[in-house]
Each structure stands twice: as structure tokens, then as C-alpha cells.
């Protein structure tokens, strides 16, 4: 049974953002909305050298769904936005994470459409990134990726 539009957009959002980090050299651990996860050691040492943790966090973010016709059996317009956080130990500079950041910007550029159960989204709008925050022991660059998808009513 086909997923509902709402529940196929989040997934396969999830899934190109999943498929991301594992073409990393070496894959990158994601951490998606409500699934138990563990991040990795913020930095370990190997001899006199210090090798920094790093990992990705998605959140889906939808908003509002907006009628675009007067008759029930018009199309709806979803739209929002998945948020792909960067996560780095402390450290290791700005540069490293905002490599990654910006291979999310490429991954996910605009006009990029992904597709689940006969749904389309589109990056709609060109992704962005934010300033490098702190916390803990982790820097963090948040990657934003606006979407669309257009679908019948009901879908």
C-alpha cells in the first residue's frame, strides 16, 4: 500500500539524505527524526594524531499545506523544508564541516527531485547553510533544503 503524500515526501527526502551520507569517503553516521542513535567519540586519538568525530543530523520540517483551488478535488501545494545539520568535533576548524556542508548544497541543488510512491518533491528554492555554531564538544552547520510537491485533493 502506497504511502500517503505527507509520509512519501518525508521519505524520500530521508532516503536521498541517507544515500548522501554513505557515498562519503569514509560514510558518515545520520541521525533521522525518532530512531534511537548514538553519536560518535567528538575526537579519538591514533598516535600524535587526533582524528575529529563528525556526523549529520536530518529533521524534516513540513509546513502548512496550501489549497490552491476552490473545489475540493483541486491540487494542494506542501511545501517546507529538510534541515540537514553538520556535526563536527571541536577543533578541527571551520573548513572541514563547511566541506561538507557545502557537498549537502551540491547533493541536494536546486531543481533536484526526488520520488516515492508516485509523489515528486522538488528543491524549489536554492539550499542554504547557516553560520558554524557550537555546542558541547561539537561545532555544527545547519544546511537548509527548501521543497515542493504539488498533489491532488485528497492525495
Known sequence: MP??????????????????AAAQS????????????????DKTASGSTV??????????????TLGLGVSSNSTNQLYGLLQIDVF??????????GRIASAILSYFKFE??????????KVW?????????????????PVTIPYVCFAPNPA
Do not use: C
Open 112 to 121: 533536484t527531485v526526488v520520488t516515492k510512491d508516485g509523489f515528486s518533491a
Open 125 to 141: 528554492k536554492q539550499p542554504y547553510r547557516s553560520a558554524l555554531m557550537t555546542k558541547d564538544a561539537w561545532t555544527q552547520i
Open 26 to 41: 569514509p560514510a558518515l553516521t545520520i541521525s533521522l527524526p525518532n530512531i534511537a542513535f548514538t553519536p560518535p567519540p
Open 51 to 64: 582524528i575529529y568525530g563528525k556526523w549529520l543530523k536530518a529533521t524534516f520540517l513540513p509546513a502548512p
Open 88 to 97: 563536527h568535533g571541536i577543533g578541527a576548524g571551520e573548513y572541514a564541516p
Open 3 to 20: 504511502d500517503p503524500v505527507e509520509v512519501a515526501i518525508e521519505s524520500a527526502l530521508l532516503n536521498r539524505a541517507i544515500a548522501f
